[in-house]
């Protein structure tokens, strides 16, 4: 019998498995490839009942965190995920935020204690793929978490040696210049915000696109199972054609392969399987 396929997902806070991998998680899990979700921290920076914000009166850093957890397990659900393992780490928010500054925010974690845990559960499940942010965090984003969450990844990968491939998110620019003229063709009020021309992957780094179109209304479902944060949830805010072009495919940037597989793959486990 072949042995099984692992896929490892990285990521910062709940809700952060459905918008770059929840496509894979699902399309992979239904292909006999074991999945594996870590997740860094607790979400505690996140909205509370209401939309109450971080830092206004009557958030509760606990609260939050227990619901978006159990938001996050409902997703898991959704998206057919095996596996998932919580690093339990704080919140660091945003950056700027002063919870930058909290000692215990994962940001301020020292980054080989909290890659010594991650090494350990790539040891326990011995991943052929891992998938995490880039050194900024993905595509540019910036937030102190998603920096973090890719430093303790490599760094783990590296240590162990196990994972056969690594890989970061990656959000081409083309693909964002096609979203962004579909929402203003589909009469899209997108105020004084457009992308900046440096904003995603450039196109030549980009090598693996994942055809996930059959998994566009599992990835929306599990989404939306993130009902605390909606209102931060940009894509869940725009036109059904637009939500489909955005959630129909996956990208990522291979970054380490220590098997033969070509320049532009549609498949995380090319050179792996049999």
């Known amino acids: 019998m072949d042995r099984q396929l692992t896929l490892m997902a990285v990521h910062a806070h709940p809700d952060d498995e459905c918008l770059s991998t929840g496509g894979v998680l699902a399309r992979y899990t239904d292909e006999g490839v074991r999945t594996v979700l870590v997740t860094c921290t607790n979400g505690e920076q996140g909205d509370g009942p209401d939309g109450v914000k971080p830092g206004d009166q009557g958030h509760d850093d606990a609260a939050v965190a227990e619901r978006r957890l159990a938001e996050l397990r409902e997703s898991v659900q959704i998206l057919g995920i095996d596996h998932l393992e919580l690093l339990g780490y704080r919140d660091s928010g945003m950056d700027g935020w002063e919870t930058n500054h909290h000692p215990d925010a994962f940001a301020n974690v020292p980054v ?32 102190p978490d998603h920096v973090q969450a890719h430093r303790i990844t490599v760094a783990a990968v590296e240590a162990t040696g196990v994972p056969a491939k690594l890989y970061h998110t990656a959000i081409p620019r083309s693909a964002i210049k096609r979203l962004f003229d579909l929402m203003l063709e589909n009469g899209v009020d997108l105020g004084d915000f457009r992308p900046s021309d440096d904003f995603g992957t450039p196109d030549e780094l980009v090598t693996t696109l994942v055809d996930v179109a059959p998994y566009v209304e599992r990835k929306l479902k599990a989404l939306r199972a993130h009902e605390s944060q909606g209102e931060n949830i940009f894509l869940l805010r725009m036109p059904d054609a637009a939500q489909r072009q955005a959630f129909s ?13 070509p320049d532009h793959e549609d498949d995380l486990f090319a050179g792996l399987r049999d």
């Open 249 to 261: 495919s996956e990208a990522f940037t291979r970054v380490l392969s220590r098997v033969a597989a």
């Open 112 to 143: 080989e204690a909290a890659a010594g845990r991650l090494g350990e559960l790539i040891e326990r499940y011995r991943p052929d793929v891992v998938v995490t942010y880039d050194e900024t965090g993905g595509s540019g984003y910036g937030h």
